[in-house]
């Protein structure tokens, strides 16, 4: 504001001007819980993400699950061995034995698949510590011949 525009010393011998208003307070009110709910969101959101990520892993903390894959007569079979919900897999050797690494700690699923059959094995990974799942059996179906 210019110099010639401000107000003098005479515009204050009675005092000071009242004051404004306040503003509503159940604007102010609406606007904090529209920031507290964006907030909550935006901390809901980042701790998802995070738990999603690899970093997660790393706090929760991994471990080994090994095991050996056969068929109903106990012959070993190479298969293939996942654990769901992660990018973790590996093949069994030809004596059936595998072991797969960096597995998150907690309950874990793992599926072996042979020939485009699979089975879900449970399994509970310790943090730091090496899991055998001994004998993992594989029964065949028998598939329907066509007349």
């Known amino acids: ?8 010393l005479e515009a204050y011998a009675e005092g000071l001007p ?8 159940t604007r102010h009110r609406w606007l904090w819980v529209v920031i507290l709910v964006l907030a909550a969101a935006f901390v809901g959101l980042v701790l998802i ?11 929760v903390g ?4 090994t095991g050996r894959v056969v ?9 293939d061995i996942f654990v769901l919900r992660t ?16 597995v998150p700690a907690g309950q874990q699923a793992i599926v072996v698949a042979h020939q485009g059959a699979g089975r879900e094995f449970s399994v509970v990974v310790v943090a ?15 598939v329907p011949q066509g007349e």
């Open 62 to 65: 991994t471990g080994t699950v």
């Open 128 to 142: 730091g510590s090496r899991v055998d799942m001994g004998l993992l059996q594989l029964t065949a179906t028998a």
């Open 1 to 8: 504001m210019p110099y010639e525009k401000s107000p003098s």
């Open 49 to 59: 993400n995070f738990m999603r990520s690899s970093s997660a892993e790393l706090l």
């Open 87 to 102: 990018s973790i897999e590996a093949r069994s050797s030809e004596d059936g034995s595998f072991e797969l690494q960096g």
């Open 18 to 25: 009242p004051s404004p208003p306040p503003e509503s307070s």
């Open 71 to 79: 068929d109903e007569k106990n012959r070993p079979l190479e298969a």
